[in-house]
């Protein structure tokens, strides 16, 4: 985007190069990171064997067979079935895309929310203190049990609203959601105020600009990086979270497989021939997505950072 | 130097725990049982959770318990009352029972009549909300004749005399305990419900509600040498599957109840080689009730589910033939291989056992007959739309299924979800955790109870080997209701004039054949209006560790009805 922008400001590549943008240095920073490149592999990986996945192998995987039960891996379920003859692999397929989906979703609203009263209760010293508390009463509630009564409370409404699987999909999000901006908000909050008394902003209020102004082309260009930190770590916690409701029952209904449930169903079958792989799928599925988000977004961190980036 | 020290720390700590394991060779009298669902009180008229039930067994006993063949055995009564022996009155008004007279509670004083007419007062109280009222159904008064015979009187012949005070359900109480107790007072006094002095064979010792309870042998035990166990512990939470391995694999607990896990599962545990899988059948059958009220959740909270003297019938599964197709389209041979193996047989009868109250008018529902289910629905005018989803006058064949969280529960459902698909009915799962589907609390939405849902499965018995007091449950009065608390036993709200009236010439019977052929005509009507499916006559499961023996398992009364007679054998 902004070597474009470069570009057509009519300087050359060459120049481009010489005096590179501060996300070409990004870049840069990132290449050198192998622990990034290799998390950024899996992640990608992941990704589209469940968007496209899903598409190409297209057994469903609600279906039941009895005819195939417990099966280890062969050529017409490669990842073998379950006690009901359900394909595994179709499963799996099918749980990444609600873990990934309920991840990011949830990652953005927590974000969203989290920057938000982050960067306000920084700026406007009237704020900081009753949304600080607010923060402080948010981070105090138990997330499980919360989740819990949001589930029993709402959760014939939403059906009624949007269908049994958006539903609970809202909820779910919605949950997660409003329950994990905390982190973000106070480091943001932290951020925001060092930024405020930078020589820049004071040049900017100087000459009147507007909060909203010096909010958005001062404030939040400097505090990206622990927002993005922010992010990698939530779409991780997300998806943790809704696997840990899957696993306790709750959630989505219960032949809707999620990588959660999948490994709650697989847990009795350990030591079962042919049934044990059943746990090791959506345990090391979960695994791999948490730890290369982390990766990426510890990497992003370094690169994004100059002081961190320069050692 | 340093090195050396080290050595013999090791050498005298490697001889010391040689010598501890020397002595604990002799054996232990230590008893643990896992309940995975936690007894909550210890009276089993507040309760009716199997699990209290059973936990309290081994300390307040009834007159008479049932054996493993269900038969009556005396245990505070000297004989069990015939006509014969002239304990039934000839017209079957009246019952009487003689007590030993060697039984004392645990406190030292003497077990009599005033106890039992005191038990009796204690749970027919207006106000004490017993959920053993069932067993003392039609009972006028019971009388204490002298200080140890006790007389019950019916209001009507009672062909069936044996609810008040027989098996593991009702008890007889302390008279000195509870006196205090009654009515309202019922819930308050938490010391007598966590604590009640008893005349079986142990003394609860510390009670942690929802938790654990220990008990310690009762001294003054009516059998001498006997418990041989000092102390028991139960200790509850976990899941089936759990439950079984901490006895079958790690060899934690000595005993585990009703383990439905799937039977692949159970078998591997069993391999493990540390303790054996018990069966046994009784009454219990697996079962999908049909709602007959509307569920609605745009309803409010008063007529949701509320039966409303049948004017709030459900949309489409108040149609007898869609209630029909649900149940030709299952195959439950498949859903016993799946899930029960052999602690499962299929079934079409919600009365499977004891063999001569077993109808055998509903067979043809063991084979899976899908065409006919289609066609069934096809004559009725349910047609399928493009979805695959037959419908009538825009109402939709779609169904919410709810049950229990368990492993085996959500397979069956699973497999049904996908037989009803090929008969064009859209179905959606719910699971809901045992302690509160089970649990009954009329604050929670999702008791099944409420049953605020289309359909919803578990399993159901009767205590005892006659079904007489059981069959009185789908009466049109019994339908749960937000006036009666959500309490009564109609949870599929199947309600009709054929059977009530049949229900009140089973009263008037006393010829024992007749009854039985009532009593199968009345399992019909349930069964052949589908206002339940019957799926599995499902067995008792339990694991014990291969070293308690003296164990028999019980498909008819509490599990631990034996447990005076359980020792211990390395």
Same mark, same amino acid.
């Given at each position: 985007?902004?070597?474009?922008?470069?570009?057509?400001?009519?300087?050359?590549?060459?120049?481009?190069?010489?005096?590179?943008?501060?996300?070409?240095?990004?870049?840069?920073?990132?290449?050198?990171?192998?622990?990034?490149?290799?998390?950024?592999?899996?992640?990608?990986?992941?990704?589209?064997?469940?968007?496209?996945?899903?598409?190409?192998?297209?057994?469903?995987?609600?279906?039941?067979?009895?005819?195939?039960?417990?099966?280890?891996?062969?050529?017409?379920?490669?990842?073998?079935?379950?006690?009901?003859?359900?394909?595994?692999?179709?499963?799996?397929?099918?749980?990444?895309?609600?873990?990934?989906?309920?991840?990011?979703?949830?990652?953005?609203?927590?974000?969203?929310?989290?920057?938000?009263?982050?960067?306000?209760?920084?700026?406007?010293?009237?704020?900081?203190?009753?949304?600080?508390?607010?923060?402080?009463?948010?981070?105090?509630?138990?997330?499980?049990?919360?989740?819990?009564?949001?589930?029993?409370?709402?959760? !014939?409404?939403?059906?009624?609203?949007?269908?049994?699987?958006?539903?609970?999909?809202?909820?779910?999000?919605?949950?997660?959601?409003?329950?994990?901006?905390?982190?973000?908000?106070?480091?943001?909050?932290?951020?925001?105020?060092?930024?405020?008394?930078?020589?820049?902003?004071?040049?900017?209020?100087?000459?009147?600009?507007?909060?909203?102004?010096?909010?958005? %082309?001062?404030?939040?260009?400097?505090?990206?990086?622990?927002?993005?930190?922010?992010?990698?770590?939530?779409?991780?916690?997300?998806?943790?979270?809704?696997?840990?409701?899957?696993?306790?029952?709750?959630?989505?209904?219960?032949?809707?497989?999620?990588?959660?449930?999948?490994?709650?169903?697989?847990?009795?079958?350990?030591?079962?021939?042919?049934?044990?792989?059943?746990?090791?799928?959506?345990?090391?599925?979960?695994?791999?997505?948490?730890?290369?988000?982390?990766?990426?977004?510890?990497?992003?961190?370094?690169?994004?950072?100059?002081?961190?980036?320069?050692? | 130097?340093?090195?050396?020290?080290?050595?013999?720390?090791?050498?005298?700590?490697?001889?010391?725990?040689?010598?501890?394991?020397?002595?604990?060779?002799?054996?232990?009298?230590?008893?643990?049982?896992?309940?995975?669902?936690?007894?909550?009180?210890?009276?089993?008229?507040?309760?009716?959770?199997?699990?209290?039930?059973?936990?309290?067994?081994?300390?307040?006993?009834?007159? =008479?318990?049932?054996?493993?063949?269900?038969?009556?055995?005396?245990?505070?009564?000297?004989?069990?009352?015939?006509?014969?022996?002239? !304990?039934?009155?000839?017209?079957?008004?009246?019952?009487?029972?003689?007590?030993?007279?060697?039984?004392?509670?645990?406190?030292?004083?003497?077990?009599?009549?005033?106890?039992?007419?005191?038990?009796?007062?204690?749970?027919?109280?207006?106000?004490?909300?017993?959920?053993?009222?069932?067993?003392?159904?039609?009972?006028?008064?019971?009388?204490?004749?002298?200080?140890?015979?006790?007389?019950?009187?019916?209001?009507?012949? =009672?062909?069936?005399?044996?609810?008040?005070?027989?098996?593991?359900?009702?008890?007889?109480?302390?008279?000195?305990?509870?006196?205090?107790?009654?009515?309202?007072?019922?819930?308050?006094?938490?010391?007598?419900?966590?604590?009640?002095?008893?005349?079986?064979?142990?003394?609860?010792? @510390?009670?942690?509600?929802?938790?654990?309870?220990?008990?310690?042998?009762?001294?003054?035990?009516?059998? @001498?040498?006997?418990?041989?166990?000092?102390?028991?512990?139960? %200790?509850?939470?976990?899941?089936?599957?759990?439950?079984?391995?901490?006895?079958?694999?790690?060899?934690?607990?000595?005993?585990?109840?009703?383990?439905?896990?799937?039977?692949?599962?159970?078998?591997?545990?069993?391999?493990?080689?540390?303790?054996?899988?018990?069966?046994?059948?009784?009454?219990?059958?697996?079962?999908?009730?049909?709602?007959?009220?509307?569920?609605?959740?745009?309803?409010?909270?008063?007529?949701?589910?509320?039966?409303?003297?049948?004017?709030?019938?459900?949309?489409?599964?108040?149609?007898?033939?869609?209630?029909?197709?649900?149940?030709?389209?299952?195959?439950?041979?498949?859903?016993?291989?799946?899930?029960?193996?052999?602690?499962?047989?299929?079934?079409?009868?919600?009365?499977?056992?004891?063999?001569?109250?077993?109808?055998?008018?509903?067979? !043809?529902? %063991?084979?899976?007959?899908?065409?006919?289910?289609?066609?069934?629905?096809?004559?009725?005018?349910?047609?399928?739309?493009?979805?695959?989803?037959?419908?009538?006058? *825009?109402?939709?064949?779609?169904?919410?299924?709810?049950?229990?969280?368990?492993?085996?529960?959500?397979?069956?459902?699973?497999?049904?979800?996908?037989?009803?698909?090929?008969?064009?009915?859209?179905?959606?799962?719910?699971?809901?955790?045992?302690?509160?589907?089970?649990?009954?609390?009329?604050?929670?939405? !999702?008791?099944?109870?409420?049953?605020?849902?289309?359909?919803?499965?578990?399993?159901?018995?009767?205590?005892?080997?006659?079904?007489?007091?059981?069959?009185? *449950?789908?009466?049109?009065?019994?339908?749960?209701?937000?006036?009666?608390?959500?309490?009564?036993?109609?949870?599929?709200?199947?309600?009709?004039?054929?059977?009530?009236?049949?229900?009140?010439?089973?009263?008037?019977?006393?010829?024992?054949?007749?009854?039985?052929?009532?009593?199968?005509?009345?399992?019909?009507?349930?069964?052949?209006?589908?206002?339940?499916?019957?799926?599995?006559?499902?067995?008792?499961?339990?694991?014990?560790?291969?070293?308690?023996?003296?164990? @028999?398992?019980?498909?008819?009364?509490?599990?631990?009805?034996?447990?005076?007679?359980?020792?211990?054998?390395?």
């Amino acid at each position: 985007m902004k070597l474009d922008k470069l570009a057509r400001a009519g300087q050359s590549i060459q120049e481009a190069r010489e005096h590179p943008s501060p996300w070409m240095i990004v870049w840069i920073a990132l290449k050198n990171h192998k622990g990034a490149l290799v998390g950024a592999g899996v992640f990608t990986f992941i990704v589209l064997a469940v968007l496209i996945g899903p598409l190409v192998y297209s057994i469903d995987p609600q279906l039941t067979d009895t005819a195939v039960r417990n099966q280890g891996m062969s050529w017409q379920h490669p990842l073998g079935t379950d006690n009901l003859g359900r394909d595994m692999l179709a499963q799996m397929l099918s749980g990444g895309r609600i873990a990934l989906a309920v991840g990011f979703a949830a990652m953005l609203l927590s974000l969203g929310v989290g920057t938000a009263i982050g960067v306000v209760a920084g700026y406007y010293k009237r704020l900081d203190g009753p949304l600080m508390r607010l923060t402080d009463l948010f981070l105090a509630l138990p997330l499980l049990p919360l989740l819990l009564v949001i589930i029993m409370l709402f959760r !014939d409404t939403l059906r009624a609203a949007f269908g049994p699987e958006r539903g609970i999909f809202l909820l779910i999000v919605l949950g997660i959601g409003i329950t994990s901006w905390m982190q973000t908000a106070r480091i943001v909050r932290g951020e925001t105020l060092a930024i405020k008394e930078r020589e820049f902003v004071l040049a900017a209020t100087s000459m009147g600009t507007s909060g909203l102004h010096i909010i958005t %082309k001062h404030i939040l260009p400097n505090i990206l990086s622990p927002i993005m930190v922010s992010a990698t770590l939530g779409i991780a916690n997300a998806i943790i979270t809704e696997s840990t409701l899957s696993f306790l029952g709750l959630g989505f209904p219960p032949d809707f497989p999620t990588w959660g449930r999948l490994l709650f169903d697989g847990a009795n079958f350990i030591g079962i021939e042919g049934a044990t792989a059943r746990v090791i799928w959506p345990g090391l599925a979960i695994s791999l997505t948490v730890l290369s988000v982390n990766y990426i977004g510890d990497a992003l961190r370094d690169a994004i950072d100059p002081r961190v980036r320069n050692k | 130097m340093r090195r050396i020290t080290a050595f013999v720390l090791l050498a005298v700590s490697i001889l010391f725990l040689g010598s501890c394991s020397q002595e604990s060779a002799e054996v232990d009298t230590n008893l643990r049982l896992l309940y995975w669902q936690a007894p909550s009180t210890l009276n089993p008229y507040l309760s009716s959770g199997t699990k209290d039930i059973e936990a309290a067994s081994i300390v307040i006993e009834p007159l =008479a318990h049932y054996d493993a063949n269900a038969k009556k055995v005396p245990i505070l009564a000297t004989r069990i009352p015939t006509v014969e022996n002239g !304990d039934i009155a000839e017209d079957y008004r009246s019952i009487t029972w003689h007590l030993r007279q060697d039984i004392v509670w645990s406190d030292g004083t003497q077990l009599t009549s005033a106890d039992v007419v005191f038990s009796w007062r204690y749970c027919t109280h207006e106000e004490a909300g017993c959920t053993g009222k069932d067993s003392f159904r039609d009972v006028e008064q019971v009388v204490a004749v002298d200080d140890y015979t006790v007389r019950i009187d019916f209001t009507k012949p =009672a062909p069936f005399p044996f609810g008040p005070f027989v098996g593991s359900v009702s008890p007889v109480l302390q008279y000195q305990q509870f006196k205090d107790c009654l009515g309202l007072r019922a819930q308050e006094c938490t010391e007598a419900n966590f604590y009640p002095i008893g005349t079986g064979p142990f003394i609860v010792e @510390e009670f942690k509600a929802n938790d654990t309870v220990r008990y310690r042998a009762n001294p003054h035990y009516r059998e @001498e040498g006997k418990p041989f166990f000092q102390i028991v512990t139960i %200790k509850g939470g976990g899941d089936a599957a759990s439950a079984a391995r901490a006895v079958l694999q790690t060899g934690e607990f000595d005993y585990a109840w009703n383990l439905q896990v799937e039977p692949e599962v159970l078998e591997n545990m069993r391999n493990a080689g540390k303790g054996e899988v018990l069966t046994a059948f009784g009454s219990q059958v697996e079962r999908i009730m049909v709602n007959q009220t509307n569920e609605d959740p745009s309803l409010d909270a008063d007529t949701r589910s509320v039966y409303l003297d049948g004017n709030n019938a459900h949309p489409f599964l108040s149609d007898i033939n869609v209630r029909r197709a649900l149940s030709l389209a299952i195959d439950r041979q498949i859903l016993v291989d799946i899930g029960y193996g052999v602690a499962g047989q299929p079934t079409c009868n919600v009365i499977p056992l004891p063999e001569q109250y077993v109808s055998t008018n509903n067979e !043809d529902c %063991k084979t899976q007959n899908i065409d006919e289910a289609n066609r069934i629905l096809e004559e009725a005018g349910w047609v399928k739309g493009s979805d695959g989803v037959r419908a009538k006058d *825009g109402v939709r064949l779609s169904v919410l299924y709810q049950t229990s969280t368990n492993s085996v529960r959500q397979g069956t459902q699973s497999l049904i979800k996908g037989m009803w698909q090929e008969i064009g009915v859209e179905t959606e799962l719910r699971n809901i955790d045992a302690a509160v589907f089970f649990g009954g609390d009329p604050g929670s939405p !999702d008791t099944l109870q409420k049953f605020f849902a289309d359909v919803q499965m578990y399993t159901n018995n009767f205590e005892g080997n006659d079904p007489s007091n059981y069959v009185e *449950g789908w009466q049109c009065g019994n339908v749960p209701d937000p006036e009666n608390q959500w309490v009564g036993p109609n949870i599929s709200r199947g309600c009709s004039e054929e059977f009530d009236s049949l229900l009140d010439t089973l009263s008037e019977t006393f010829d024992a054949d007749e009854r039985v052929a009532i009593i199968k005509q009345l399992n019909d009507i349930v069964v052949q209006n589908v206002w339940e499916i019957p799926l599995i006559h499902r067995a008792r499961v339990s694991a014990k560790s291969n070293t308690l023996k003296g164990f @028999e398992l019980n498909g008819w009364d509490s599990e631990l009805w034996t447990i005076a007679e359980w020792y211990r054998e390395e």
